[in-house]
C-alpha cells in the first residue's frame, strides 16, 4: 500500500511546484501585456501625425518615388516573419510561422523568389533545424521592442528593397505579424510594407485599423488645405517615407509584442488550471489507495483474529 | 488674440500638447517662425532646438534630431524620432 500512494504522493508535490512556475509565469505576463499595450497606445500619436504627414504630400504632390514605385514584374520579395523570442506562449508563434508558410507558398506560385528575415528566436530555430536560408535575423528584445529595433530592420529591409533586383534586391516586401485585437484574441496578420502604397487619410485608417488613426476628416468637397513645402514637396516626401516605413515596422513590433505577452498570460493560464485539476486527480487517487490499504489491514487483522479464535476452539 | 495648439510627438510617445503664441523652429533651409495664422506649411527640419513659446510666456525648448513640423490651421505638429527635453523651460525675457 504504501508504494503506491509514496507514487502519487511525489506527483502531486511535483506537478504543485510546475504549477507555481506557470502561475508566476501567468502573472509576470499579466504585467508586462499592460506595459506593452501602453507602449502600443504611446507611439500613436507619432504614427497619426506621420501618417496624415504623408497623405498631406500625396494630395498636393506628384508623388514618384522609389519606396511607392511599383515594378511590373515581381521576381523576388522579401518576408519579414515576427515571432517570440521564448516558447510557452501557446500557438503564438507557430500561427505566425504558419501563415507565412502560406504566404511563401502563394508568392513562390506567383513565380516569385521568397527570402525570409526573421525576428524571434522561434522563428530562427525553425529555420534552423530545417536548414533553409534567411536573410537576417534579430531577436532579443520581442516582448519590449525598442523604436531602435525598428529603425534597425526598417532601414535594412529599405535598402534591401532599394537595391537593383539584379544585385539582389527586393521587388517587394511583405510582413508578417501579430495582430493585437483584444486580451483572449490575436491574429496573424500579413502587410505588404513595400512598395508603399499612399493612401488618402481615410483610406489610410482602414489599412492600419489596428492602430487607431484618428485621422482628421474632412467634409466633403471640403479640400485639404494646400500646403507649402519646405523646402518642395518632393524633399518632403524623400525624408517622411523612410520615417513611414520605420513608424510601420515598430507598430508591427508592438502590436506582437502585446500579443506575444497576451498569448503567453492565457496559455500558462490554463496549464495552471490544468495542473490544478492534475493534482485533485492525483489527490483522489492517493486517497484511494490509501483507503484500500486501509481495507486490506483491517480485514487481515479481522481475518488474523478469527482464526486466532478458531484455533482456541479447537 | 488666436493661439497655436501645438503638439511635440516623439516615435514613442507624445513629448508635450499645449497652446503657444510663438514657435520657432529649423527646417533644413533656415530658422521657421511660427505664429497663429500661419499658412498650412510641411517642413523637414534640421536636427536642431525646437523652442515654443506657451500663452504663458514661459518658453519651452526641446532638442530633435530631425523629423518635420506641420501647420494646418493653427495646429502644430512637431514630429521627430527622438526628441531631448533635457534642460527645458525657462521664462522668456521681459
Redesign the interface.
Known amino acids: 500500500m504504501g508504494a503506491q500512494m509514496r507514487v502519487y504522493r511525489q506527483r502531486i508535490k511535483s506537478v504543485n511546484s510546475i504549477k507555481k512556475i506557470t502561475n508566476a509565469m501567468e502573472l509576470i505576463a499579466a504585467a508586462r501585456v499592460i506595459k506593452a499595450r501602453q ?1 502600443a497606445a ?2 500613436v ?2 504614427t497619426t ?2 501618417t ?2 504623408v497623405s ?2 500625396a494630395t498636393n504632390a506628384n508623388e514618384d518615388h522609389p519606396l511607392t514605385r511599383t515594378k511590373e514584374t515581381a521576381e523576388r520579395a522579401g518576408l519579414v516573419i515576427i515571432t517570440a523570442d521564448r516558447g510557452l506562449a501557446g500557438a503564438y508563434s507557430s500561427a505566425v510561422l504558419k501563415e507565412s508558410a502560406q504566404l511563401i507558398e502563394r508568392l513562390r506560385a506567383e513565380g516569385k523568389e521568397v527570402v525570409p528575415y526573421l525576428v524571434g528566436r522561434k522563428a530562427v530555430s525553425y529555420y534552423n533545424f530545417r536548414k533553409r536560408e534567411f536573410a537576417a535575423e534579430w531577436s532579443g528584445f520581442t516582448d519590449a521592442p ?2 531602435e529595433n525598428a ?1 534597425e530592420i526598417a532601414d535594412r529591409i529599405t535598402g534591401d528593397f532599394l537595391k537593383d533586383t539584379a544585385q539582389g534586391g527586393h521587388d517587394e516586401i511583405h510582413i508578417v505579424y501579430t495582430r493585437f485585437r483584444s486580451m483572449v484574441k490575436q491574429e496573424p496578420r500579413v502587410l505588404r510594407l513595400l512598395p508603399l502604397e499612399v493612401v488618402e487619410a481615410d483610406a489610410a485608417t482602414d489599412a492600419q485599423d489596428d492602430v487607431d488613426l484618428s485621422v482628421r476628416q474632412y467634409e466633403e468637397g471640403q479640400l485639404p ?7 518642395n514637396a518632393n ?2 516626401l524623400d ?2 517615407l523612410p ?1 513611414y516605413v ?2 510601420r515596422v ?1 507598430t508591427c513590433l508592438l502590436s506582437s509584442a502585446a500579443s506575444e505577452l497576451a498569448a503567453r498570460q492565457r496559455a500558462m493560464k490554463s496549464a495552471t488550471d490544468n495542473a490544478q485539476e492534475l493534482i485533485k486527480t492525483f489527490e483522489r487517487l492517493a486517497n484511494q489507495a490509501r483507503q484500500a490499504g486501509i481495507t486490506q489491514e483491517i480485514s487481515e487483522i479481522v481475518g488474523g483474529a478469527d482464526a486466532l479464535a478458531d484455533a482456541k476452539k479447537k | 488674440m488666436s493661439s497655436l495648439k501645438v ?1 511635440m ?6 513629448v508635450w500638447e499645449g497652446e503657444a503664441r510663438f514657435v520657432r523652429a529649423r ?3 533656415g530658422d ?1 517662425g511660427i505664429l497663429p495664422g500661419h ?6 527640419l534640421a536636427g536642431a532646438e525646437v523652442a515654443i513659446e506657451g500663452l504663458d510666456g514661459v518658453r519651452h525648448t526641446a532638442t530633435v534630431d ?3 513640423l ?1 501647420v ?2 493653427d495646429v502644430v ?1 512637431i ?1 521627430a ?1 527622438h526628441v531631448d527635453v533635457s534642460g527645458s523651460q525657462h521664462a522668456a525675457n521681459g
Do not use: I, M, W
Not at chain 2, 510627438?9 to 507624445?14: E, I
Not at chain 2, 499658412?39 to 523637414?44: A, K
Open positions: 507602449r504611446e507611439a500619436p507619432y501625425a506621420l496624415r504627414a498631406a504630400v525598442t523604436f529603425v488645405p494646400q500646403y507649402s513645402f519646405e523646402p524633399e518632403v525624408a517622411l520615417k520605420r513608424n515598430y | 503638439e510627438v516623439a516615435a514613442d510617445r507624445k527646417s533644413v533651409e521657421l499658412t498650412p506649411l510641411l517642413g523637414v530631425g523629423g518635420f506641420s494646418d490651421s505638429t514630429v524620432e
